[in-house]
């Protein structure tokens, strides 16, 4: 399956509009399998999952029309030309909030202390169902104010992993944790990050945010600059990437000490993203200063443990997850390569912001 390419730009209704035209087909798709599995989750008929989503969902509203307020008129471009209700778009940037389902992903950012050329590195396994693979593109955006961007991402999402004209590349990880609320969806944060233009608006966004749940995020910069922030709803912390160490790895349990008491709350499988970070810092190490583009593809190909491994495959009748893409930026140069399906055996994309 050849990966899709759409580029979107203009002001924010614009941008909305050519995205549901555009991805029209895969966005009703895409919301039918959000609608499953929320009703799976909440082990209901799908009409009532349906029923109970539109109420819970017009609770998040308000947070990002204060916050953001352009990008709900985006998703007011993308109802219009989806033929999918607005309230219905936002359940699918808060699917995670309401599916109520775990995902998973590995990643790591590594700065000139672990790299070969100096270059700093963000690079990540997307792992989510298999059905999503068919809902992945590249979408290149281009507002008519702040950075253009370039995502990998599901179609009717407003943002993902991705690589912005600033210099800021950001990937994202799945955590649990108390607490979860009405607030600005996961799914959307990654958008809100990538509009900023430098590390301390991405920081000043975590302060000044009323996050709807947890997530982690590993952040890279053309100045050199590569961290990670795991959050929670109402808090979050910065794990650099200090010199001595020139990486910082996540998969899908919290680091910080601050915040490791969560683990053992909220874990529904510890052994999987504890295995992963290990063999992921693991192979870090092991070839620290000599990391460059071609090692990080191997290391997110990687099969060690398998079915615990970095590069995860479905298992029939056990699980259908896998590395729907692998993403992999270079903030300096204003690069980012991906796949759509596992880094092992699918072709490799670039793409620039």
């Given at each position: 399956?050849?990966?899709?390419?759409?580029?979107?730009?203009?002001?924010?209704?614009?941008?909305?509009?050519?995205?549901?035209?555009?991805?029209?087909?895969?966005?009703?798709?895409?919301?039918?399998?959000?609608?499953?599995?929320?009703?799976?989750?909440?082990?209901?008929?799908?009409?009532?999952?349906?029923?109970?989503?539109?109420?819970?969902?017009?609770?998040?509203?308000?947070?990002?029309?204060?916050?953001?307020?352009?990008?709900?008129?985006?998703?007011?471009?993308?109802?219009?030309?989806?033929?999918?209700?607005?309230?219905?778009?936002?359940?699918?940037?808060?699917?995670?909030?309401?599916?109520?389902?775990?995902?998973?992903?590995?990643?790591?950012?590594?700065?000139?202390?672990?790299?070969?050329?100096?270059?700093?590195?963000?690079?990540?396994?997307?792992?989510?169902?298999?059905?999503?693979?068919?809902?992945?593109?590249?979408?290149?955006?281009?507002?008519?104010?702040?950075?253009?961007?370039?995502?990998?991402?599901?179609?009717?999402?407003?943002?993902?992993?991705?690589?912005?004209?600033?210099?800021i590349a950001m990937g994202h990880n799945f955590l649990r944790s108390p607490g979860w609320r009405?607030?600005?969806?996961?799914?959307?944060?990654?958008?809100?990050?990538?509009?900023?233009?430098?590390?301390?608006?991405?920081?000043?966004?975590?302060?000044?945010?009323?996050?709807?749940?947890?997530?982690?995020?590993?952040?890279?910069?053309?100045?050199?600059?590569?961290?990670?922030?795991?959050?929670?709803?109402?808090?979050?912390?910065?794990?650099?990437?200090?010199?001595?160490?020139?990486?910082?790895?996540?998969?899908?349990?919290?680091?910080?000490?601050?915040?490791?008491?969560?683990?053992?709350?909220?874990?529904?499988?510890?052994?999987?993203?504890?295995?992963?970070?290990?063999?992921?810092?693991?192979?870090?190490?092991?070839?620290?200063?000599?990391?460059?583009?071609?090692?990080?593809?191997?290391?997110?190909?990687?099969?060690?443990?398998?079915?615990?491994?970095?590069?995860?495959?479905?298992?029939?009748?056990?699980?259908?997850?896998?590395?729907?893409?692998?993403?992999?930026?270079?903030?300096?140069?204003?690069?980012?390569?991906?796949?759509?399906?596992?880094?092992?055996?699918?072709?490799?994309r670039e793409f620039r912001p």
């Open positions: 399956m050849p990966l899709e390419f759409h580029e979107f730009g203009g002001k924010p209704y614009d941008i909305g509009y050519q995205h549901g035209e555009a991805l029209r087909d895969m966005i009703q798709d895409f919301y039918q399998d959000v609608l499953a599995r929320t009703s799976r989750s909440l082990r209901s008929s799908l009409d009532e999952a349906e029923g109970k989503a539109l109420v819970e969902i017009r609770k998040y509203i308000p947070y990002l029309a204060q916050k953001a307020p352009h990008l709900v008129t985006e998703v007011e471009g993308i109802a219009a030309a989806s033929g999918l209700a607005v309230e219905k778009v936002f359940i699918l940037n808060a699917d995670f909030e309401l599916e109520l389902e775990a995902g998973e992903c590995t990643g790591f950012v590594a700065n000139e202390f672990a790299t070969v050329h100096g270059e700093v590195i963000m690079a990540q396994n997307r792992d989510r169902t298999k059905h999503d693979l068919e809902h992945t593109v590249a979408m290149r955006l281009v507002p008519d104010k702040g950075p253009s961007t370039v995502m990998s991402v599901l179609g009717g999402h407003l943002g993902s992993i991705g690589l912005n004209s600033a210099g009405p607030g600005i969806p996961r799914g959307i944060l990654p958008r809100l990050i990538l509009e900023q233009e430098n590390l301390q608006g991405v920081i000043n966004l975590m302060s000044q945010s009323h996050r709807a749940s947890s997530r982690n995020f590993l952040i890279a910069n053309s100045t050199g600059e590569a961290c990670d922030l795991e959050t929670t709803p109402t808090g979050y912390r910065i794990l650099w990437a200090e010199a001595e160490r020139g990486y910082v790895v996540h998969a899908n349990h919290y680091v910080h000490p601050d915040f490791v008491h969560f683990n053992d709350e909220c874990l529904d499988a510890p052994g999987n993203t504890v295995w992963r970070h290990r063999r992921m810092e693991h192979l870090l190490a092991l070839h620290k200063g000599k990391i460059d583009v071609a090692v990080a593809k191997t290391m997110l190909s990687d099969h060690a443990d398998h079915p615990l491994s970095i590069c995860v495959h479905p298992i029939p009748g056990v699980r259908d997850t896998m590395s729907i893409s692998s993403i992999i930026a270079l903030p300096a140069e204003k690069r980012m390569i991906m796949t759509l399906g596992n880094p092992c055996c699918s072709e490799w």
